[in-house]
């Protein structure tokens, strides 16, 4: 620790950040992402990467506000940091409007307790603000069982589109829960739609596949 103090002065940082507060500030960083990512995040299936998503965007976060707040850095690095920040794209058809707000929260968090020589109190008081509100919105019983979406081409042109959901049954053995139809080719003769089916307990869990699977059934 000594070590660490006197490579803080040798640089000139030791008079804009204190070690015990940049350790403080770590702690209750750590302790928010494990309630965020450990616990409130798990309670229902998700992709499977997402967790180390979130804590490198949260830790990298940190890390990178902890550096600047430590040095004379000019006003352009911040508004580059935020820059950068506004790349982060969530590309994946596997990722869902949950898994932004997740990341939105993280990097919330980490803006938090970031910000060096702020009151304890506040930094617990912000970031326990936050995990209720998520805790109190994000109730895994509102939500409908998980679902796979399977894209369709079916070789035909149906006059009544009540009999599209009856074709779909029939091949696949189970009624979906919707049927969205998404194209209809006249000089083909073919119609593709967008199917909702229940996912089975020998599934893969949804967030498995990038894509929507798609298929095509013959008449």
């Given at each position: 620790?000594?070590?660490?103090?006197?490579?803080?002065?040798?640089?000139?940082?030791?008079?804009?950040?204190?070690?015990?507060?940049?350790?403080?500030?770590?702690?209750?960083?750590?302790?928010?992402?494990?309630?965020?990512?450990?616990?409130?995040?798990?309670?229902?299936?998700?992709?499977?990467a997402m967790?180390?998503?979130?804590?490198?965007?949260?830790?990298?976060?940190?890390?990178?506000?902890?550096?600047?707040?430590?040095?004379?850095?000019?006003?352009?690095?911040?508004?580059?940091?935020?820059?950068?920040?506004?790349?982060v794209?969530?590309?994946?058809?596997?990722?869902?409007?949950?898994?932004?707000?997740?990341?939105?929260?993280?990097?919330?968090?980490?803006?938090?307790?970031?910000?060096?020589?702020?009151?304890?109190?506040?930094?617990?008081?912000?970031?326990?603000?936050?995990?209720?509100?998520?805790?109190?919105?994000?109730?895994?019983?509102?939500?409908?069982?998980?679902?796979?979406?399977?894209?369709?081409?079916l070789?035909?042109?149906?006059?009544?589109?009540?009999l599209?959901?009856?074709?779909?049954?029939?091949?696949?053995?189970?009624?979906?829960?919707s049927?969205?139809?998404?194209?209809?080719?006249?000089?083909?003769?073919?119609?593709?739609?967008?199917?909702?089916?229940?996912?089975?307990?020998?599934?893969?869990?949804?967030g498995?596949?990038?894509?929507?699977?798609e298929?095509?059934?013959?008449?």
């Amino acid at each position: 620790m000594h070590v660490a103090v006197a490579v803080l002065a040798a640089k000139g940082l030791i008079t804009h950040i204190a070690p015990m507060d940049l350790v403080t500030r770590g702690g209750l960083d750590v302790v928010a992402l494990l309630l965020l990512v450990g616990w409130l995040y798990r309670r229902r299936p998700s992709v499977a990467a997402m967790p180390l998503v979130l804590v490198a965007l949260n830790i990298g976060l940190f890390a990178a506000m902890s550096t600047i707040s430590a040095g004379k850095f000019p006003a352009g690095v911040g508004f580059g940091l935020f820059g950068i920040l506004s790349l982060v794209r969530l590309r994946s058809a596997a990722f869902t409007l949950r898994d932004v707000a997740y990341t939105f929260v993280t990097l919330v968090i980490a803006l938090c307790t970031g910000l060096p020589q702020r009151d304890s109190w506040l930094v617990i008081a912000l970031s326990a603000v936050v995990l209720v509100a998520v805790l109190v919105v994000d109730d895994p019983r509102s939500y409908e069982p998980p679902t796979r979406t399977v894209k369709l081409t079916l070789d035909r042109i149906y006059d009544d589109p009540s009999l599209i959901r009856q074709d779909v049954e029939n091949r696949f053995g189970r009624a979906p829960l919707s049927v969205l139809v998404d194209e209809v080719d006249y000089v083909r003769e073919t119609t593709r739609v967008s199917a909702r089916f229940p996912v089975a307990p020998d599934e893969p869990a949804p967030g498995s596949e990038t894509e929507p699977r798609e298929q095509v059934m013959a008449a």
